[in-house]
């Protein structure tokens, strides 16, 4: 077994890593840290539980260790669901110790010698891991996008042979995307915010790493552009967007490519069986209806109309954050990398 540990266990995303992860089969999930005021505690007595699953009461008597290098230095790999400001100091500090970091923060996303990966869309950019330890990293840094990038991302990937210039989205996006004291009820309810802090340039920036090439040593930017419009709306989990493409493509065609996406490899356990869902129903996708397809790991589309335009949608902190970092994880083990 690979013995892993979660960074931030208490917060929003960090549930439902130790949710996840509780009965993985690759993964012995064995430390769980938080900030000084939860270490030397039982998770069970610090964490406020809001996922609808039960409390995996294995964990629950793990004992929260504090967010340092000690703490997880013999593990083979961490998870982080710590702030960016926390994170750009301490996930370097752990790599550099020899343990390998699957990171959902922002820190070091643009860094040109970290990987910033969604499997089933760049998985060969893994190899900048090698980069990091030419460069004298003994563990890494491995990270996930942020959650409206992933979404978006995976939904481009069946159509980048279409070679499109510029894509538009504006997105709708769930509370819990900006964690469980993000947005106060009195904001949300009966409300839309139409502005959510970087959100727009993380979109614009991230996917055009991810669908870059990568060249042996560096990633060379897709050549396209993205416009973003971001907004928060009142649903619980759930981001849905609309996409506008520059492409006169049939619809037919369009469809039959959403239809035909796999992904490049199979036996990761995280692995939905689709990682696209295709709606032919005019009303589909729905966040309350659909964002658990694929265990909260597929990805899906509908309302493909021509110029070319289609609605995505998937579950934000699952395969938005979590179960992002887990798959990311289970493709390094698979390629060999720890």
């Given at each position: 077994m690979i013995n892993v540990g979660v960074l931030g266990a208490t917060g929003a995303v960090g549930q439902h890593f130790v949710q996840l992860l509780a009965d993985h089969p690759w993964f012995n999930l064995q430390t769980l840290t938080a900030s000084e005021r939860s270490a030397g505690k039982l998770y069970r007595d610090v964490v406020n539980w809001r996922l609808d699953v039960p409390f995996p009461d294995t964990l629950g008597d793990v004992t929260v260790s504090p967010t340092t290098v000690k703490s997880v230095k013999d593990l083979d790999i961490v998870f982080s669901a710590i702030p960016a400001?926390?994170?750009?100091?301490?996930?370097?500090?752990?790599?550099?110790?020899?343990?390998?970091?699957?990171?959902?923060?922002?820190?070091h996303r643009m860094n040109v010698d970290v990987p910033l990966v969604i499997p089933e869309v760049n998985s060969e950019h893994l190899g900048l891991i090698d980069v990091q330890r030419d460069n004298g990293c003994e563990g890494f840094i491995v990270t996930n996008p942020n959650c409206s990038t992933i979404i978006l991302a995976m939904a481009l990937k069946p159509l980048l042979s279409l070679a499109f210039n510029k894509v538009y989205v504006a997105t709708m996006q769930a509370v819990s995307g900006g964690g469980f004291n993000g947005v106060s009820a009195m904001a949300i309810y009966d409300n839309i915010i139409p502005y959510i802090g970087s959100e727009e340039e993380k979109m614009e920036r991230e996917t055009q790493k991810i669908m870059g090439t990568f060249d042996g040593s560096e990633v060379i930017p897709a050549p396209f552009a993205v416009s973003a419009s971001c907004h928060r709306v009142p649903v619980i989990d759930g981001h849905t967007m609309a996409v506008w493409l520059d492409l006169e493509t049939p619809v037919n065609e369009v469809k039959q490519m959403f239809r035909e996406f796999s992904a490049p490899f199979s036996g990761l356990p995280s692995q939905p069986d689709k990682s696209i869902y295709l709606f032919d129903e005019a009303d589909r996708p729905q966040p309350r209806l659909d964002r658990n397809r694929g265990n909260g790991m597929t990805v899906s589309v509908g309302r493909v109309r021509e110029g070319l335009r289609f609605i995505t949608m998937g579950h934000?902190?699952?395969?938005g954050a979590a179960g992002a970092s887990i798959l990311n994880a289970e493709l390094i083990t698979s390629k060999k990398y720890l």
């Amino acid at each position: 077994m690979i013995n892993v540990g979660v960074l931030g266990a208490t917060g929003a995303v960090g549930q439902h890593f130790v949710q996840l992860l509780a009965d993985h089969p690759w993964f012995n999930l064995q430390t769980l840290t938080a900030s000084e005021r939860s270490a030397g505690k039982l998770y069970r007595d610090v964490v406020n539980w809001r996922l609808d699953v039960p409390f995996p009461d294995t964990l629950g008597d793990v004992t929260v260790s504090p967010t340092t290098v000690k703490s997880v230095k013999d593990l083979d790999i961490v998870f982080s669901a710590i702030p960016a400001d926390i994170a750009t100091s301490i996930e370097s500090d752990i790599a550099k110790a020899g343990v390998g970091v699957c990171s959902n923060a922002a820190s070091h996303r643009m860094n040109v010698d970290v990987p910033l990966v969604i499997p089933e869309v760049n998985s060969e950019h893994l190899g900048l891991i090698d980069v990091q330890r030419d460069n004298g990293c003994e563990g890494f840094i491995v990270t996930n996008p942020n959650c409206s990038t992933i979404i978006l991302a995976m939904a481009l990937k069946p159509l980048l042979s279409l070679a499109f210039n510029k894509v538009y989205v504006a997105t709708m996006q769930a509370v819990s995307g900006g964690g469980f004291n993000g947005v106060s009820a009195m904001a949300i309810y009966d409300n839309i915010i139409p502005y959510i802090g970087s959100e727009e340039e993380k979109m614009e920036r991230e996917t055009q790493k991810i669908m870059g090439t990568f060249d042996g040593s560096e990633v060379i930017p897709a050549p396209f552009a993205v416009s973003a419009s971001c907004h928060r709306v009142p649903v619980i989990d759930g981001h849905t967007m609309a996409v506008w493409l520059d492409l006169e493509t049939p619809v037919n065609e369009v469809k039959q490519m959403f239809r035909e996406f796999s992904a490049p490899f199979s036996g990761l356990p995280s692995q939905p069986d689709k990682s696209i869902y295709l709606f032919d129903e005019a009303d589909r996708p729905q966040p309350r209806l659909d964002r658990n397809r694929g265990n909260g790991m597929t990805v899906s589309v509908g309302r493909v109309r021509e110029g070319l335009r289609f609605i995505t949608m998937g579950h934000n902190t699952i395969r938005g954050a979590a179960g992002a970092s887990i798959l990311n994880a289970e493709l390094i083990t698979s390629k060999k990398y720890l």
